[in-house]
């Protein structure tokens, strides 16, 4: 069965680039039925939907994200990443990489467990 | 985007009762709504897909219904194990949103 893990630094100075890489075992990011997700919970609170990437590279982003995030692929090692630009506290919190099918009305599944990031000087 | 709206926000229950928990979408979603459980510091897991089908390994006293912009999750008989946070999700459009949650307490 598939499995995703989140890695990347726990903390990560104001102003600075957050970098997460989600590595995806048991199966094939470049199988094509699926979009690789990031989601993030703020402490406390409840879930958002940062994008996704489809194994060719097409990606879509929430616009309250802005312009910062940047969600990249590398098929040849099977993973996918997540970069968020001029981080502020207000991007505390666990961030996730997961899976949704691409064309069937699924939900999102497998999760990884989860890394908890913290802007901070 | 579309905003989903749950109710209640929490919930106390017992073991064995009946619990009904709503979700509703700004707009039409037709059947692309899911349900998750998440327990602290754990990730969610996806109960329900697609409005009404309930996952591999899901218990039955799951189950969900509805379809356009009105959705609920039943659980049939509150276990121990129940005791969560749900929450619904759209997968209709982007962006994808959640719902602020259903905390479900033991009572």
């Known amino acids: 069965q598939v499995q995703l893990q989140e890695s990347g630094p726990g903390l990560v100075k104001p102003s600075q680039t957050l970098s997460l890489t989600c590595s995806v075992s048991g199966g094939s990011i470049s199988s094509g039925y699926y979009y690789w997700s990031w989601i993030r919970q703020h402490p406390g609170k409840g879930l958002e939907w940062i994008g996704y990437i489809y194994y060719n590279g097409r990606t879509y982003y929430n616009p309250s994200l802005k312009n910062r995030v940047t969600i990249s692929v590398d098929t040849s090692k099977n993973q996918f990443s997540l970069k968020v630009s001029s981080v502020t506290a207000a991007d505390t919190a666990v961030y996730y990489c997961?899976?949704?099918?691409?064309?069937?009305?699924?939900?999102?599944?497998?999760w990884g467990q989860g890394t908890l990031v913290t802007v901070s000087s | 985007d579309i905003q989903m709206t749950q109710s209640p926000s929490s919930l106390s229950a017992s073991v064995g009762d009946r619990v009904t928990i709503a979700c509703r979408a700004s707009?039409?979603?037709?059947?692309?709504l899911n349900w998750y459980q998440q327990k602290p510091g754990k990730a969610p897991i996806l109960l329900i897909s697609?409005?009404?089908s309930l996952q591999s390994g899901v218990p039955s006293r799951f189950s969900g219904s509805g379809s356009g912009t009105d959705f609920t999750l039943t659980i049939s008989s509150l276990q121990p194990e129940d005791f969560a946070t749900y929450y619904c999700h759209q997968s209709y459009t982007t962006p994808r949103t959640f719902g602020q949650g259903t905390k479900l307490e033991i009572k």
């Open positions: 697609a409005a009404s």
């Open positions: 707009q039409s979603i037709n059947s692309y």
């Open positions: 997961a899976r949704e099918p691409q064309l069937d009305p699924g939900g999102v599944d497998p």
